[in-house]
RNA sequence: GCCCCGUUCGUCUAGGGGUCCAGGACGUCGCCCUUUCACGGCGGUAACACGGGUUCAAAUCCCGUACGGGGUACCA
C-alpha cells in the first residue's frame, strides 16, 4: 500500500483523553507503517464546547508522546486550513450541493417544535421518535413546502437546518477492517442533521467531506462511531464520493477497570490514577486532572501499555519501542471487545522502562524533582543515586523520594529495628569497623565488600551481625541499595562520619 | 425500548477445525537467590458464557439465549 493517509480528529473541549491518545497512536503506527501521513485536524465544530487551550494541549500531548502528525493543524499541509470552524464556507457549499442533488433538504422546524413532535409520539406510545422518512411527512421541510415558500423562509432569514434524506427501505453496508461486514437498514437511520442553524457543520457532515477533501484512506476510529457509519456511507454515496471512500477500523473502548462502562475522565480521580496523558488545570478541582506524566510515567512506558490496550504482536515479546511498534502493528491484529484499562500493567510497563534506561538520562529527568525538594548534588552524583535505585521504584520520583539519605545526612533512623539489633557490647565492634574502614584507600563497593568480610572473619562475627546495622548506620533504614555500594558512592569520609553520628544515637536507644 | 458491536484464566491476551486435558504477560500464592528492600529465577492457582446445530473432529464455522459495551442530540 502506498500514499496511505490516515488523520486525528479530536474536538478541543478539554484534555485529550487517554482513550484519544490511543486512537492517535494507532493512527500513527499505520501510517509510519506504510511510510504514509499521519494528519491533525480539529473538530471544533461544537461552539458551546470550545475550550481555550484544548488545542495546545493535545499537540504537547501527542509530542509527549512522541507521535507528532506530519500534517494538519499546529503543523501545517496542502490541506489547511485544519481547523474545521475556519472551513465553514467549504461545508455549507457541499450541504447546499446535497440539497441541489436531493440528497439532502431544508428543514425550518424549532427546537420547541421538534420537542412537540417528540412529546406527541411519545404519547401515542412511541417513546423513539425519530427525524425520517416517515416523521418528515408531518415536518416543515423543504420537501412538503413549496419552492416559493421555502425561498420566503430563507429570504426571511429564518434559521432552517439541512437535513440528510434517508434513502428507503436500504441496507447499507460497509466492511469493517476489524470487525468485518457490518450493515444497518436505512429504516433505522434518522435524517441526520448536516449544517445547524448556527451554520456550523455537524460532526457527520463535516467529519465526510474533510476526510474526502484531505484525501483520507484509512478512517481509524473509536468504536462509539460504529453505529453512525452508516450514515457517513450513505454520505460518500451522496456525494458521488463512494469509489474513493476510506476503510474503516473501528476500534475497541477502553472499559473503566471495574468493566462498568467505558473510561471516563473522572474515573480517575475513583481510581486514583490518571487517565490524560498530561496534567490539566481547569477553574474547579473536580475539571482538573493529574497526567501520567506528571505521576511520574515514561512517556516510553505509556506509549507500550496503550498500544497493547486492545492490540497484540501475536509474539510474546511485550516491551516495544515505538519503532518496533510501527514494524509490528496491524489493523487485523486489534480485538474486537473492548479492553479495561489495567493499572497495574500500565505500572508493570514503567517499572521495565525505569529499569532499562540510562542512569545519566534519569538523572536529567529526576533533577528538578531533586532541586525541588532542595537537594543539590552534581549530575555524576545524581547519575550514581539513579543507578543504585532505578531498580527499586516504578515511578520516576520514587528515585527521589526513596532516597533522602542519599542526598544528605540520615533524617530518620528506624528506631525499633535499631533497638532490636545494637547491644551494648556492639560499640567496640563497630568501632573497630569503622577505624577498619578508615584505613581502607580503595573504596570501591567490591573492595570494600572483601575488606569487611575478611573483618568479619578475623572476629568470627556473622554477616546478619554486622550488615543490618551497618545498613542502619548508612541510610536508617532497613532497605535500600546494596551496603557497599552506599559506601563507595558516599566516600571514606562521610562513611565513617554516618558510623560514628550513629552510635551515640544507637546507644541512647538500648541505654 | 430499538439498532449496532462484542463474549478464552481476576485483568490484557495467543489461538483463525485436529499439534489445546488451551500458551504468554500482569496480579496473586509458594520456593530459590540475598546483608535489607527490590530486581531476577523457578513453580503453583486460574479461562474457551450457555444451549442447539454443521463435521470423523469445534475455543475455532452457523443459529439462538444470556450477559456486557456502544449508539439512539441542531455533542463529538
Redesign the pocket.
Known sequence: MSNIRVRF???P?GALHIGGVRTALYNYLFAKKYGGTFVLRI?D??QG?YVPGAEEYILEALNWCGIMPTEGQGIGGPHAPYRQSERKAIYLQHSLDLVANGSAYYAF???EE?EAARAAAAAAGN??F??DAVSRKAMKTSLNLTAAEVQRRLDAGE?Y?IRLKVPENETVTFTDLI???????TS?L?D??LM???G?????L?NIVDDHLMEITHVIRG??????TGHHVLLYRAFGWEATMPRFS?L??I?RPD????LSKRDGAKFGMPVFPLSWKADTPEDSFEGFREFGFLPQAVVNFLA?????P?T?Q?IFSLDELCEAFSL??I??????F?Y??A??FN??YL?ATDDAVLAAQIKPLAEAKGYHVSDEYLTQICHLMK???TFLPDLVEQSSYLFGDVQSYDNENIAKRWKPESRPVFEALADHLKAQTNFEAATL?ASVKEFMAERGLK??DV??I??LTLAGT???????EMMELFGNDRTVDRLTKAFSHFDALVK
Open positions: 480528529a479530536p474536538s473541549t473538530e465544530t461544537d464546547r422546524d424549532t427546537p421538534l417513546h423513539n425519530k427525524y434559521h437546518v470487525r468485518g461486514e457490518v450493515s444497518f437498514h433505522e434518522d441526520k442533521v445547524k442553524s448556527d456550523m457543520p455537524t460532526y457527520h463535516a468504536e462509539e462511531w460504529l453505529p453512525s473501528h475497541p473502548l472499559l468493566g462498568k462502562g467505558k497493547f490496550l486492545g492490540w497484540n501475536g510474546e511485550e487485523e491484529k480485538s474486537k471487545s473492548g479492553a479495561r489495567d497495574d500493567k505500572k508493570w517499572q521495565q529499569h531498580g527499586r521504584g565488600e554477616p546478619g550488615m543490618p551497618l545498613r532497613t532497605q535500600g541499595p546494596g551496603v557497599f
